[in-house]
């Protein structure tokens, strides 16, 4: 009987499939032969949800009566990013004590008119799951709480509370100045440079002025800033026409309501005077070099020390984000990458961009090749960071130097397709954070009052072309140098033979001739 049933079963397969679709196996078993790519017989036929257009995942923006920008992106989820970011950096210092930027934030997320410290405003935002952070960069303050999205109305107040009511006590403002110094003590023993050399390249570009004033506050500086310094700074960039409230994975009405409730007819602490020594100051590029000849053989000592390293950065000025030239020179930046020598490696890591192939690969005693673009509302710098064994110093600067002539010439077109997907495919990497978006809308609101969004910047990168990589690069080396130089700089070139190198055809340094070596 059983037999019986195993070949009606048999047989109604075989019906159903036809002969050639159904195999037997020698377990027993049978399976159907259908290919994949076919609808399977007797399966209803899917329904797929759909979106009306982009307009769910589309910025909104809306400012209110007293100024201030309040931008929201929705993105389904528990938890969202909520912050405050103000247009106030420390390019804005320029008429008071240089490190005010960086006394705020050490001092954010202290105590409030609200709460005694900044313990009970963790363990406040404890109850929604939520962190808090301060980041402070050359010209944005950004002040930031993810948390679970029934918080939201707590997060507000509390971001409110932080920005606007700081006691900024005495006792507060000590304990900064001891993380201060002791930052600054770290910063000049670090095995890695890249933090001071940026701060050296920027100060050389844009000698005594805007993005050129120091992000880390100077050792003189830190004894001179107390509250009264910091509220005159406050009352001047902490107003609302300044600010930009922008959240991630929530309403955008319920966000314009919390707005409207904390930050619309809130008076600072520091009082509602007119702004005064607002600096509006456009940045000018000067170019020039810093050295700092500094001991780094005992930088990173134990069972495998790092060896002693000369660093160099070169750059040269490129374009504002706000220019049509940014997108060319991202692509470019990506084009030539880079890195340190002990890299991993690996698909997506740069090995084929040109500071690998053209350097790091062929000169196996240079230790780090890397290209950087900043970039502001006004300027922007393109550089190249490289370090070597102090006596071959000579010979790293005209690699470079060449690398940067090599920059005006035909880009390939493989060459130039891999940086351009290299370039998208970061960019919607890094856009799956959730952090990182509220970061995107933020800054974006508060430099331009809109969002282009992922799609838009993608089709922008897409239409980079061969001739706008050439065109782009033939304006930058029209500019002069700024160089940055760290370690021991007995064999670094003198500033006008690195101009007189990016200024030829070969990018090759002047000859010199020693009657004894």
């Known amino acids: 009987m059983a037999a019986h049933m195993s070949r009606c079963r048999t047989w109604s397969r075989v019906q159903r499939f036809g002969i050639a679709a159904y195999r037997k196996y020698s377990s027993g078993g049978g399976y159907p032969n259908i290919s994949l790519?076919?609808?399977?017989?007797?399966?209803?036929?899917?329904?797929?949800?759909?979106?009306?257009?982009?307009?769910?995942?589309?910025?909104?923006?809306?400012?209110?009566?007293?100024?201030?920008?309040?931008?929201?992106?929705?993105?389904?989820?528990?938890?969202?990013?909520?912050?405050?970011?103000?247009?106030?950096?420390?390019?804005?210092?320029?008429?008071?004590?240089?490190?005010?930027?960086?006394?705020?934030?050490?001092?954010?997320?202290?105590?409030?008119?609200?709460?005694?410290?900044?313990?009970?405003?963790?363990?406040?935002?404890?109850?929604?799951?939520?962190?808090?952070?301060?980041?402070?960069?050359?010209?944005?303050?950004?002040?930031?709480?993810?948390?679970?999205?029934?918080?939201?109305?707590?997060?507000?107040?509390?971001?409110?509370?932080?920005?606007?009511?700081?006691?900024?006590?005495?006792?507060?403002?000590?304990?900064?100045?001891?993380?201060?110094?002791?930052?600054?003590?770290?910063?000049?023993?670090?095995?890695?440079p890249e933090p001071l050399l940026t701060e050296m390249i920027h100060a050389a570009a844009y000698r005594g002025n805007t993005v050129g004033l120091p992000r880390f506050c100077p050792v003189a500086n830190v004894d001179k800033i107390d509250k009264r310094v910091l509220h005159n700074y406050l009352r001047s960039y902490y107003c609302p026409e300044r600010m930009v409230l922008a959240g991630v994975g929530i309403e955008h009405e319920q966000l314009v309501e919390c707005a409207r409730k904390y930050l619309l007819d809130v008076k600072p602490v520091w009082g509602t005077n007119t702004p005064a020594n607002v600096d509006l100051s456009v940045a000018q590029y000067t170019g020039g070099i810093i050295k700092m000849e500094k001991d780094m053989s005992d930088v990173s000592l134990g069972p495998t020390p790092i060896p002693e390293l000369t660093h160099i950065m070169i750059g040269l000025e490129s374009c504002s984000f706000l220019e049509d030239n940014f997108i060319p020179f991202a692509v470019l930046n990506m084009m030539m990458g880079g890195g340190g020598s002990f890299s991993a490696g690996g698909p997506g890591k740069g090995m084929f961009t040109r500071l690998y192939l053209n350097v790091l690969n062929r000169h196996h005693w240079m230790y780090n090749a890397t290209a950087y673009h900043h970039s502001y509302e006004d300027s922007g710098l393109l550089c190249i960071h490289a370090s070597s064994d102090p006596r071959q110093v000579r010979e790293m600067v005209e690699i470079i130097t060449r690398e940067f002539i090599q920059m005006t010439g035909n880009a390939g077109e493989m060459e130039l397709e891999r940086a351009k997907t290299q370039l998208k495919s970061m960019l919607m990497m890094n856009l799956e954070s959730r952090p990182v978006i509220f970061e995107d809308v933020g800054r974006q609101v508060l430099s331009t009052g809109k969002r282009k969004l992922p799609h838009e910047l993608c089709t922008l990168i897409t239409n980079v072309t061969a001739s706008d990589i050439k065109r782009v690069t033939t304006n930058m080396l029209r500019s002069k140098p700024a160089v940055a130089a760290l370690g021991d700089l007995t064999e670094l070139p003198s500033y006008e033979h690195i101009q007189t190198a990016l200024s030829s055809k070969d990018g090759r340094l002047p000859r010199m001739y020693r009657l004894f070596r």
């Not at 962190?131 to 509390?158: F, H, N, P």
């Not at 700081?166 to 002791?182: N, S």
Request: negative net charge; charged residues 25%.
């Open 37 to 192: 790519s076919m609808p399977l017989p007797g399966i209803p036929k899917p329904v797929f949800a759909s979106v009306d257009g982009q307009e769910k995942y589309e910025t909104r923006i809306t400012t209110l009566e007293n100024g201030l920008k309040v931008a929201s992106q929705n993105k389904f989820g528990q938890f969202c990013t909520v912050g405050i970011l103000v247009n106030s950096g420390s390019r804005h210092e320029a008429k008071y004590p240089s490190g005010i930027a960086h006394f705020l934030e050490k001092l954010a997320f202290s105590s409030t008119a609200q709460y005694g410290s900044k313990d009970e405003i963790l363990l406040t935002l404890e109850k929604h799951g939520g962190i808090c952070d301060c980041q402070t960069s050359r010209d944005t303050t950004m002040y930031a709480v993810s948390a679970e999205v029934k918080g939201l109305d707590t997060v507000v107040s509390l971001l409110s509370d932080a920005v606007l009511q700081p006691r900024l006590l005495d006792e507060e403002i000590e304990m900064t100045k001891m993380a201060v110094r002791f930052e600054l003590e770290d910063l000049n023993m670090r095995p890695d």
